[in-house]
């Protein structure tokens, strides 16, 4: 029993019929395939943003402050500048998944690497690797990333990269518990007798079991990291050459109470997101038959 | 058990030293000191001047004799002094510490509170209506920007309403005394404590939902079960006991966390806490303040976590410190 | 608000002026009433209350309470009688005599003499004062024949002192408290003791700043108000929502977002007033780096002026508090202001001529060149306004990435390691060319990394002659004439582009009366303030 099915499935994604399988179980739970259908529809505004926007969304198209509805060519309305909220919606989807996928990523790479090692060789190791993780822990993450975009200055890149490297140490805690429950099974102690480089060990036999909280764990960073981004732009620490969400949303503070809209329209895109990926989560961690997932 | 808190106690030692590290080589990447903070809020400057404000700032000497000196503060417990603001930073943190101390500790205690009984509620009704809208208001708390939320309660409560007052800690204008000043300072705190707090709420639902269900699952409340104990009473003295295990351990991890969200919302409702005060040290350069502020935090939640550590022990005679 | 009492009215020397600003009758039946607490705007918090080394807007909008200078200046910005009663210029402009009030009492209860103006001005406008050192650098030494009597004498002629004696352009420090002490450390910065009106009392970092009234003030019977207490609240929306609600009677220095200042100009309970700022004229204004291997051309320059539409720029982004600017020496200031010279009407088609003339030319992504544009961070109307140039330039071709970084990185990179393309800013002019204009162009100050001076990296050895002759001129006349020639080479040349005369704005509550009645006002005292009829506190 060492590779439940489920597991097996999403992780190399080729059988075609098991994968029927996990998309049927998450299909069956109404609240998962609301998340699903969410997301497809915000996927579908990242994919469409060119071919229905195909100019800058920057640009300053309409008069300034035209509320929604008012106008049949900006069915969103327009912001302070006269920029079109539509398009800035479509356009920012690409940039707010983007900062969300990436910033993830970089979560998961330093999360999984930090756990797996500090789970898989124990001792001096561990404990090095643990109190690292400790350090990351104590200090207030969104202090922290808040910091970092200050010192290197606002643009895209560091905004991921500073939400990315303050995001992972409870992943990290949580792959290290898996990998030691994984340290000492048979299919490991087997493959060392068998004379496997711990490495092999570690990506082809333990990290594939332990795929199933990484999967819920990365939709829910996906999301917050997307909220991250909306906060710091709500400081100010936004970029101004490209259209997010959060970028949106800062810029729209100013004005939230003469124009509630211009916030208020990207806030609710950020809250779809956030839901959508949470209730995929949810769904995938129930569909991924495990019973509860502590954070 | 004194083992384990000598080696706890080593141990934060070298974190504590790591993060003022950390930090201190961090800040000092960023490009810009406090002296052209200064000088450029005052929209003019000199040379002379510029150079006299370094030097009573102690930023003209190498960096590596600037943490050492920092360093050496921090063993004999002294963090520095503000040039910018003119004060121990020490004296800056006390004064600003009520206020960060009242904001944190009532919207983790209605997160908790209220996140213990809704997620109670929910777990009792698994699948019914009940839990579906408490589950879905939850989501809908923790998917919403926390900046946002407080922007529309000062809209509604303040504005529109007139309940509650915009922001702030005190009417200082009305001088008051006593009880009169307790009542002020809790009007003024209602909204920042339920901003925040919703969020957290909603990750305390959450929990407490999952882990009652989980340990729903196990053999000791099925024997409890087929024995005939109603079911509220495996409800409240089984399961729930044995769900807040997992709420301690993230009380834990949260509490840095929710210095960052205070960072919002103190700025929505110009609470003066030390999430602002963190936030404006930053942006003037003032990295004593910075560093005095991160390394308190991190001192606070480091000693939280033994704490929740020795609970656990309470709570689960089972879970022994090693 | 615009109306005057007639007791001011009658005190001030510049009434016919006034009067004609005036859009209301003069009501001359009221009087003012004593009593209540103003609640203030400051934002952001400032660093110190001490006006001797921070010339920063919140610091010198609270000392200007506490402080009283020698004048103050009326809405012609003409120097009016404060702690001086009176004083002389001698012919050859090389003597300057100060006669003081009698019974002027500090805070503490010394008395206030000439022993304070002296220590004051060797120990702080002539050493530490960031902007006055150079104006009074040429005083050779300064006499106290009595306790009411200054004489100042100069080595060379320095007309421009006359545009800075008011409470924070020279601000004086007791003597009694500072002498031999660290003046920049002394603990008296952050409970300043001074000869004002108002006296502080209570500082609560993050939340207050609170002065009261000065029970023993030479203006007999004022001030009215009781109290004064400045509020800091961080976030626009919730200081909107402050004024709107009442909790706060008086906003200063643009602390409301300008769209809701377009809403309020509708409300019954509060007033806009525009007036104030006369002494401060700010204007925005944007830095070509000549030393930029395209922007080093003077007619990409003018090409870039002539992309931007700064009429559009003033109505949109700044919702209209703002009018085109001229010339680096605002209009505010007539007696320098030059109106003819060099214009750049918006003309994207000529913009586009002179890239194509200058051997810039499109390529075949349409694009010229790409250049960085770094903005002052002081809030979104800065933001906005990079973003509007961004668009601005994209149209003719010209690729602008916008660069967002905290005061301290700006500072450095514009100033310190001179590594921008063009930079928003925004600076105040003051009544006199000398002061504020032409820091920006003289290259004296290129090399010495000093915020706030020459950012363009601009040399022009006759404007650097103009800029240092006017400095010593004694004839008045002949000064005007340095600064006219002043202005029309550095818009030929264009390595500053002025964008705006910024429009400040107070917001107050409509029965607050007598809140601008100087032309220095929003950094003087607010003595004249009263509430009418239900007064507060």
Redesign the interface.
């Known amino acids: 029993m060492a590779f439940p099915d489920s597991l097996i499935l999403s992780a190399d994604g080729t059988g075609s019929h098991p994968r029927f399988a996990l998309l049927r179980r998450l299909l069956r739970r109404p609240?998962a395939l609301c998340g699903l259908v969410l997301m497809a529809a915000i996927l579908a505004m990242a994919v469409l943003a060119h071919p229905l926007y195909p100019d800058?969304p920057?640009?300053?198209v309409a008069a300034?402050?035209l509320h929604p509805g008012t106008d049949a060519a900006f069915p969103l309305g327009s912001d302070?500048?006269?920029r079109d909220l539509a398009a800035g919606i479509f356009h920012g989807a690409r940039i707010s998944l983007l900062i969300g996928v990436v910033a993830a990523l970089v979560s998961l790479v330093i999360g999984i690497g930090i756990g797996a090692l500090s789970g898989y060789y124990g001792g001096r190791i561990d404990a090095g690797l643990m109190?690292?993780t400790?350090?990351f822990?104590?200090?207030?993450?969104?202090?922290?990333s808040?910091?970092?975009v200050?010192?290197l200055?606002?643009?895209i890149a560091t905004i991921t990269g500073a939400i990315g490297i303050t995001a992972w140490p409870?992943l990290a805690r949580l792959v290290r518990a898996e990998v030691l429950k994984l340290r000492h099974s048979e299919l490991v102690e087997a493959s060392i007798s068998l004379g496997a480089s711990d490495a092999r060990i570690i990506l082809l036999h333990i990290l594939p079991n332990v795929l199933a909280p990484i999967v819920v764990s990365a939709s829910i960073l996906v999301?917050s990291a997307i909220?991250s981004e909306?906060?710091l732009a709500?400081?100010?620490?936004?970029?101004?050459?490209v259209v997010s969400w959060g970028g949106m949303?800062g810029?729209g503070?100013?004005?939230?109470?003469?124009?509630?809209y211009v916030?208020?329209i990207p806030?609710i895109a950020?809250?779809a997101a956030?839901?959508a990926l949470?209730?995929l989560g949810d769904g995938l961690n129930d569909a991924l038959n495990r019973?509860?997932?502590?954070? | 058990m004194r083992r384990y808190l000598r080696r706890s106690l080593w141990q934060i030692g070298i974190v504590v030293l790591g993060i003022a590290t950390i930090n201190f080589f961090l800040l000092h990447l960023a490009p810009g000191d406090a002296a052209e903070v200064m000088a450029g809020e005052s929209g003019a400057a000199t040379a002379e001047y510029m150079a006299a404000l370094r030097q009573q700032f102690g930023i003209d000497q190498p960096l590596y004799l600037q943490f050492l000196r920092y360093v050496g503060h921090l063993l004999t417990l002294d963090l520095g002094y503000s040039f910018r603001e003119g004060m121990p930073v020490a004296e800056l943190m006390r004064q600003r510490l009520p206020a960060t101390l009242l904001l944190m500790g009532s919207s983790t205690a209605l997160a908790v509170s209220l996140g213990c009984v809704l997620g109670f509620m929910a777990a009792r009704r698994a699948g019914k209506i009940a839990d579906t809208v408490i589950s879905t208001l939850a989501l809908l708390f923790y998917a919403t920007p926390v900046f946002w939320v407080g922007v529309m309660l000062v809209m509604v409560f303040s504005v529109a309403l007139d309940w509650l007052p915009i922001g702030g800690m005190t009417s200082i204008e009305a001088g008051y005394r006593g009880w009169a000043l307790a009542g002020d300072v809790a009007r003024h705190l209602v909204l920042p404590a339920v901003t925040l707090g919703l969020f957290y709420l909603a990750i305390y639902t959450r929990l407490v939902r999952a882990s009652m269900l989980e340990v729903y699952h196990l053999d000791f409340v099925r024997t409890a079960r087929a024995k005939g104990v109603r079911p509220w009473r495996i409800a409240t003295r089984h399961v729930l006991r044995n769900a807040l295990l997992p709420v301690v351990t993230t009380l834990g991890v949260q509490l840095s966390s929710i210095l960052g969200g205070a960072v919002l919302v103190e700025t929505v409702f110009s609470w003066p806490g030390l999430g602002r005060l963190a936030f404006e040290a930053l942006f003037h350069r003032d990295l004593a303040l910075l560093l005095g502020i991160l390394f308190c935090s991190s001192l606070v939640v480091v000693f939280v976590n033994l704490a929740v550590d020795l609970i656990y022990t309470l709570l689960d005679p089972r879970i022994e410190l090693s | 608000m615009r109306t005057l009492s007639r007791r001011h009215f009658l005190a001030a020397s510049s009434a016919i002026a006034l009067f004609i600003r005036s859009d209301k009758p003069v009501w001359a039946e009221d009087k003012p009433q004593a009593g209540g607490t103003l609640s203030v705007i400051l934002q952001p918090e400032p660093v110190t209350l001490s006006p001797t080394n921070n010339m920063a807007q919140p610091t010198q909008t609270v000392a200007g309470n506490i402080f009283d200078g020698l004048v103050y200046y009326d809405f012609d910005l003409k120097p009016q009688p404060c702690l001086a009663t009176s004083w002389d210029l001698a012919r050859d402009g090389k003597t300057v005599t100060f006669h003081l009030r009698h019974g002027v009492k500090w805070h503490d209860g010394k008395p206030f003499t000439s022993a304070d103006v002296k220590w004051s001005l060797e120990n702080i406008w002539k050493t530490i004062h960031p902007r006055n050192k150079a104006l009074f650098e040429n005083v050779s030494a300064v006499e106290t024949p009595d306790d009411f009597t200054v004489v100042l004498k100069f080595s060379k002629p320095s007309l421009p002192i006359f545009s800075v004696l008011n409470g924070v352009g020279a601000p004086i420090l007791p003597r009694h408290l500072y002498e031999g002490t660290d003046i920049l450390g002394s603990p008296y910065n952050n409970k300043p003791v001074g000869t004002g009106a108002f006296v502080f009392k209570e500082w609560k970092r993050g939340e207050y700043v609170l002065l009261e009234r000065n029970p023993d003030y030479w203006d007999s019977g004022k001030p009215y108000l009781d109290r004064i207490l400045f509020r800091i609240i961080p976030d626009p929306a919730a200081r909107a929502a402050a004024v709107e609600k009442g909790e706060i009677q008086y906003a200063p220095f643009n602390a409301i977002p300008l769209r809701d200042v377009e809403r309020f100009s509708q409300l019954p309970n509060v007033k806009i007033d525009r007036r104030g700022y006369d002494w401060i004229s700010p204007l925005l204004y944007l830095d070509f780096n000549v030393e930029n291997q395209y922007l080093k051309h003077q007619r990409v320059r003018q090409a870039l002026a002539h992309a931007i539409d700064r009429n559009a720029m003033a109505r949109i982004v700044w919702f209209g508090f703002g009018k085109p600017a001229i010339s680096p020496v605002p209009s505010a200031v007539a007696t320098f202001h030059d109106s003819t010279v060099p214009q750049y009407a918006f003309d994207p088609k000529k913009a586009e001529a002179l890239l194509d003339e200058a051997g810039f030319k499109r390529g075949a992504d349409g694009t010229r060149f790409a250049i960085t544009h770094d903005y002052l961070p002081y809030g979104d109307d800065y933001r906005r306004t990079a973003e509007f140039i961004k668009q601005a330039l994209h149209k003719i071709g010209v690729e602008v990435t916008i660069r967002s970084q905290d005061t301290a990185a700006f500072i450095k990179r514009i100033y310190g390691d001179r590594d921008f393309d063009l930079s928003l800013s925004w600076n105040s002019a003051f009544p006199d060319p000398q002061i504020g204009v032409v820091r920006a162009y003289w290259s004296g100050w290129l090399g010495t990394q000093t915020p706030w001076t020459n950012g363009s990296g601009y040399r022009n050895a006759e404007v650097d002659g103009l800029i240092q002759a006017a400095a010593v001129e004694g004839n008045p006349e002949a000064r005007v004439a340095d600064f006219k020639r002043f202005q029309q080479i550095v818009l030929t040349e264009l390595p500053t582009l002025p964008l705006l005369e910024m429009q400040f704005f107070s917001v107050h509550a409509a029965n607050l009366r007598d809140i601008v009645s100087q032309g220095d006002q929003t950094y003087s005292t607010l003595k004249n303030a009263w509430f009418d009829g239900k007064a507060k506190g």
Not at chain 1, 234 to 241: E, R, T, V
Request: proline share 7%.
């Open positions: 609240s800058d920057l640009d300053m300034p402050f302070m500048l006269g109190r690292l400790e350090l822990q104590t200090i207030p993450p969104f202090l922290f808040l910091a970092i200050a010192i200055q606002p643009s409870g999301a909220l909306s906060s709500f400081l100010g620490l936004g970029d101004p050459n949303v810029a503070r100013e004005v939230i109470r003469t124009d509630w916030a208020t806030g950020i809250l956030v839901l949470n209730l019973k509860g997932q502590r954070r």
